[in-house]
Nanobody
């Protein structure tokens, strides 16, 4: 299974970005999908997760009310809509998958498939 994240970039505080993560090599509708963030030299932090059919989602406290995770199983893609961005949201954002229908999954060790990150930089 391969995951490919995209959509990062440089944005001013208060702006928005939409991250995408496409999956290949697996039955996407069976995957729990998550977004994490990571700064250099630091642990990965949970941002959001969504269950296999998109009916249930979970968010870190810092993401609630500003970020929305969604998925399109027909396109094998999960999204992270990021609104009202703050400089402290600056990080590398990674998508992850677990090939089992388990819920909730909010810790990095609970995911067994990882993609490369996409950098999000929010200027003040």
């Amino acid at each position: 299974v391969q995951l490919q994240a995209s959509g990062g970039g440089l944005v001013q505080a208060g702006g928005s970005l939409r991250l995408s993560c496409s999956a290949s090599g697996a039955t996407f509708r069976n995957l729990v999908m998550g977004w994490f963030r990571q700064a250099p030299g630091k642990e990965r932090e949970f941002v959001a997760a969504i269950d296999w059919n998109g009916g249930i989602s979970s968010y870190a406290g810092s993401a609630k009310g500003r970020f929305t995770i969604s998925r399109d199983n027909a396109k094998n893609t999960v999204y992270l809509q990021m609104n009202s961005l703050k400089p402290e949201d600056t990080d590398d954002y990674l998508c992850a998958a677990r090939a089992e229908r388990l819920w909730p999954l909010t810790a990095p060790y609970e995911y067994d498939i990882w993609g490369l990150g996409t950098q999000v930089t929010v200027s003040s």
